[in-house]
T-cell receptor
Framework: SQQGEEDPQALSIQEGENATMNCSYK?????LQWYRQNSGRGLVHLIL?????REKHSGRLRVTLDTSKKSSSLLITASRAADTASYFC???????????FGDGTTLTVKP | EAQVTQNPRYLITVTGKKLTVTCSQN?????MSWYRQDPGLGLRQIYY???????DKGDVPEGYKVSRKEKRNFPLILESPSPNQTSLYFC????????????FGQGTRLTVV
């Protein structure tokens, strides 16, 4: 069964608005990463946050990690139509090799 | 160009006919992994390999085999495919199991009839 859960499952916003997606996980992780997938294509890495970090920024992306709640959030600011895609979080266990993905959030940004 | 290459991209096969999906990476990565993606279920890890001749089960290994004889290749073998293995498959590699990003192949869409 999936250990990663993401909400919302689908999100529809207007261009220029911010989009926030959340991810929860169950086991201990070494780091958490967010990926983007365009319609059935391969996943593309967006940002990584380590277990000892609380917040990280990269361009219009902001990721937070709360290890006590086993949750993470991805914020995309000033969204664009080109941000339309599915977004997944991945928890990677320390040195164990096992990785678990969330079910994903499908984001639609309307022009 | 750094990449992970999967073949074939699309495959329709019949129940019970053995098949292999190949995966090759040109980044000298130690870690490789296979996932399947089904609607509403995200990506589920099938098998992973932390180095040559070292493989381990992910969350959904039943019905699959893998091998890692060389660092660059990590084929996925379905000895006797069944319709419930119809899915979108992704191969990924990363430099190590530490804080490194995964590079994904473009996917293999498999249909078993």
């Amino acid at each position: 069964s999936q250990q990663g859960e993401e909400d919302p499952q689908a999100l529809s916003i207007q261009e220029g608005e911010n989009a926030t997606m959340n991810c929860s996980y169950k086991t201990s992780i070494n780091n958490l990463q967010w990926y983007r997938q365009n319609s059935g294509r391969g996943l593309v890495h967006l940002i990584l946050i380590r277990s000892n970090e609380r917040e990280k920024h990269s361009g219009r992306l902001r990721v937070t990690l709360d290890t006590s709640k086993k949750s993470s959030s991805l914020l995309i600011t000033a969204s664009r139509a080109a941000d339309t895609a599915s977004y997944f979080c991945e928890g990677l266990e320390s040195h164990a090799g096992k990785s678990t993905f969330g079910d994903g959030t499908t984001l639609t940004v309307k022009p | 160009e750094a990449q992970v290459t999967q073949n074939p991209r699309y495959l329709i096969t019949v129940t019970g006919k053995k098949l292999t999906v190949t995966c090759s990476q040109n980044m000298n990565h130690e870690y490789m992994s296979w996932y399947r993606q089904d609607p509403g279920l995200g990506l589920r890890q099938i098998y992973y390999s932390m180095n040559v001749e070292v493989t381990d089960k992910g969350d959904v290994p039943e019905g699959y085999k893998v091998s890692r004889k060389e660092k660059r290749n990590f084929p996925l073998i379905l000895e006797s495919p069944s319709p419930n293995q119809t899915s979108l498959y992704f191969c990924a590699s990363r430099a190590g199991t530490g804080s490194t990003e995964a590079f994904f192949g473009q996917g293999t869409r498999l249909t078993v009839v």
